[in-house]
């Protein structure tokens, strides 16, 4: 992660096609990005990712997310938020984890090395 921090990931248009985008419910939102979108700016920064928020997108009130950025950063983010979302008290405690992780520290290669997509026999090995 730290060689796309100083060649400017946003500099590479692969990581611009086929953005992940998702719709998710009003307080899941104010929980992870913050009040007003307090720690949306550093979720973007530690994750290496650009994350566009449209409230109201649908008539019951959900935000449509775009998320941007190399691919497994944008995995990362949205199994951070699909566990954090989640009714299984496991996958709440880890998303919960995940999401204090990526709000104190920036992810590392570490953090991304192999991510098992749940629901998914895909592995994203480095």
């Known amino acids: ?31 992870i990005f913050g009040p007003d979108d307090e720690y949306l700016h550093t979720l973007e ?30 995995l990362w983010v949205m199994d951070m938020i699909r566990k954090v979302g989640s009714k299984n008290t496991l ?3 880890k998303g919960k984890l995940m999401l204090l992780h990526i709000r104190s520290h920036p992810l590392t290669d570490q953090d991304l090395q192999i991510h098992l997509i749940s629901g998914s026999s895909c592995w994203f090995p480095d």
Not at 1 to 22: A, E, Q, T
């Open 45 to 74: 920064v530690h994750s290496n990712t650009l994350i566009q928020l449209e409230r109201w997108f649908s008539p019951t009130g959900q935000t449509r997310v775009t998320v941007v950025g190399p691919l497994k950063a944008r």
């Open 91 to 93: 996958d709440k405690i």
């Open 1 to 31: 992660m730290s060689d796309l921090r100083r060649k400017g990931w946003w500099n590479v248009p692969d990581y611009f096609y086929s953005p992940l985008v998702f719709d998710m419910e009003e307080d899941q939102e104010d929980y």
